[in-house]
């Protein structure tokens, strides 16, 4: 553990090794480029007949080991780390407490893509962090691996902060790892010389926010958003989209943009939800 205090931290709960493999590398870039530490936590559930106080009756080998492997990788990485156990009632508590708790800028959390159920979104535990959350918030899809090189960023643009909030990100990867980058909108084929001028707008918007990058723009031509967004997603490694602007768990996400490339579309894919002042 750093014995300096980072200005802010990326928060990362760590739960399996596959976690600490697929979130930290995301992690570790976007620390880095914002110059800021990285925060482990492995939350262990107490059961509600046991004090929070009694943790350490239900904690085993296999959580410390986590805890100290996520440690070390980004040690490696000589990115700044505060790492420790939390025990709380439930993972999204646990996680949403350390956040309010602490000067975390983003919460980072991993999902493993699965079709939405009824009252569930990306998941319990997704959606109770994504409502209660004091900051902002990028959600990882887990199922595929990362590329052995990253060379390309695609971001969605829409209006909105939630989209802002892709454009920073997708800036920080690619600045890590010396991507290009593409900005991209969809626009219905019959409105779209009528939108040029917005269109235009909105994107030359969105490369201003970004610094040292290599951004190229493109508009597709698609009356369905998803669609033109998941074809799109195969010929780059990493793709960041904005939740809606009622935010990725207030609107369902069965049918919507978010949800759907974030099931189907190829590489990383991951989405972004920026903590409206007004919800704080």
Same mark, same amino acid.
């Given at each position: ?5 980072? +200005?802010?931290?990326? #928060?990362v ?5 596959? &976690?600490? +493999?697929r #979130? ?5 870039? /976007? ?6 530490? /990285?925060? #482990? $936590? !492995? ?7 046991l ?16 805890l ?10 000589? =990115?700044?780390?505060? @790492? ?7 993972? *999204?508590? %646990? ?24 009252? =569930?979104?990306?998941?319990?535990y ?6 209660k ?9 887990? &199922?595929?691996? $990362?590329?052995?090189? =990253? ?7 829409a209006?909105? %902060? ?7 990100? %997708?800036?920080? /990867? ?18 779209a010389?009528?939108?040029?001028? +917005? ?5 030359? &918007?969105?490369?201003?926010? #970004?610094? @040292? ?8 031509? !698609?009356?369905?958003? *998803?669609?033109a967004?998941?074809?799109a ?14 935010s ?6 069965? %049918? &919507?943009? *978010? ?14 939800? $920026?903590?409206?002042?007004? +919800?704080?």
């Open positions: 553990m750093s014995t300096s205090e980072p +200005e802010g931290y990326v #928060l709960g760590i739960s399996q090794t596959d &976690t600490v +493999e #979130l930290l590398p995301t992690a570790i870039d /976007i620390a880095r480029d914002r110059s800021c530490g /990285i925060m #482990l $936590r !492995h939350v262990v559930r107490v059961p509600p007949q004090p929070l106080t009694s943790g350490d009756e239900v904690i085993d080998e296999e959580d410390e080991e986590i100290e492997l996520a440690t070390a990788h980004v040690e490696e990485a000589s =990115i700044p780390v505060d @790492a420790s156990i939390r025990y709380a009632r439930s993972v *999204a508590n %646990g996680i949403v407490s350390v956040a309010e708790e602490r000067d975390v800028d983003l919460i980072l959390m991993g999902w493993h893509g699965r079709p939405p159920r009824r009252d =569930i979104i990306l998941g319990s997704l959606d109770e962090v994504l409502r959350t004091p900051c902002d918030v990028l959600v990882k899809r887990l &199922t595929s691996s $990362r590329p052995e090189k =990253i060379s390309s960023v695609l971001v969605a643009v209006p909105g %902060g939630h989209n802002e909030l892709a454009v920073d990100l %997708g800036g920080s /990867i690619a600045r890590c790892h010396d991507a290009d980058m593409t900005l991209a909108h969809v626009v219905d084929p019959e409105t010389k009528t939108t040029h001028d +917005e269109v235009t707008t909105l994107l030359d &918007t969105a490369g201003a926010r #970004l610094d @040292a990058v290599e951004v190229s723009t493109q508009v597709f031509e !698609h009356e369905d958003i *998803a669609e967004l998941i074809d997603t195969a010929e780059f490694d990493v793709t960041l989209l904005g939740a809606t602007e009622q990725v768990i207030r609107r369902k996400l069965v %049918g &919507t943009v *978010a949800a759907s490339v974030g099931r189907d579309g190829h590489g990383e894919i991951m989405i972004a939800q $920026r903590k409206s002042p007004a +919800e704080e």
